[in-house]
């Protein structure tokens, strides 16, 4: 039986405008006012932060709102960064950090996404970590290893207390935005493996709490078997998640996930 409740992230990514914004998260909040038993963020674009807390706090709902990366120093001369605070100050309650697109497109390396890491979580913020392997690390069988060097870096010095503010999403790059999926299996045996290195990092107390979701191409008609997977706590969403019947159905399908899990 799983204790763990499960975890729903719509990363929008640089998709939407002022208008599109709005009409998704109000799309989002009314379909899951019904939704019980699942923890539900958004990710809008920067801009729309502020726009998109007013929406979630004038119609009551507990999604919560985040933030797709940090910067870790509090402020100063950091062109085009954005700092913790300002982040808060917007109402953001959770933030990303390690994005595959951050790591591979921008060229964050893990030292950074330690610096990151340690910032969200001293800051009080929940952080919700990526990793994941490239095509070729899973071609030649290193999917394991990098997982282990990706959190091993990011968690450097992050203190057993904090950990409960943590969510690791595990994302093959392979899978992000491509159509294509983990099986099932695949998805258990990097998460379980996931899950043992926070038990030697942390103890097996905090390995059970910590949620761990999937994240690649997930959509309606492919999520379910994943999200049934007993180390499988919930989902990161990309494309799915800018339609907001897709990503309503989507939190449906982890909570159903969950509630057979129990
Ligand atoms: C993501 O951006 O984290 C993601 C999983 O994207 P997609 O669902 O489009 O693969």
């Not at 405008?17 to 699942?38: K, M, P, Q």
């Not at 954005?82 to 595959?100: E, P, R, Y």
């Not at 258990?188 to 038990?199: N, P, T, W």
């Amino acid at each position: 039986m799983s204790e763990r409740k499960p975890f729903v992230g719509g990363n929008w990514k640089m998709n939407t405008n002022r208008t599109t914004s709005a009409e998704l998260a109000r799309a989002v909040v009314d379909g899951l006012s019904s939704v019980s038993g699942v923890d539900v963020a958004v990710f809008p674009p920067f801009p729309y932060l502020l726009a998109i807390k007013s929406i979630l706090r004038d119609r009551g709902s507990s999604i919560k709102l985040g933030a797709q990366d940090v910067y870790h120093q509090p402020d100063g001369a950091f062109t085009g960064e954005v700092s913790i605070d300002m982040l808060k100050d917007c109402g953001v309650q959770v933030a990303l950090v390690g994005h595959s697109e951050r790591r591979h497109v921008v060229g964050e390396k893990d030292e950074l996404i330690n610096l990151k890491t340690r910032a969200v979580l001293e800051s009080g913020l929940e952080c919700i970590l990526c990793v994941g392997e490239t095509l070729e690390q899973r071609l030649n069988g290193h999917t394991d290893s990098v997982n282990q060097r990706q959190i091993r870096t990011a968690l450097a010095e992050v203190p057993g207390e904090q950990i409960d503010h943590l969510t690791i999403a595990y994302e093959p790059v392979w899978a992000i935005g491509t159509g294509k999926v983990a099986t099932p299996e695949d998805a258990q045996d990097a998460h379980s493996k996931v899950r043992r290195l926070i038990e030697t990092l942390y103890g097996s107390e905090t390995a059970e709490r910590i949620r761990i979701q999937y994240g690649g191409s997930l959509k309606p008609g492919n999520a379910s078997e994943i999200l049934a997977q007993p180390d499988v706590d919930g989902g990161l969403i990309g494309g799915a998640a800018l339609k907001g019947a897709d990503f309503v159905s989507l939190v449906r399908a982890a909570a159903q996930a969950a509630q057979n899990k129990d």
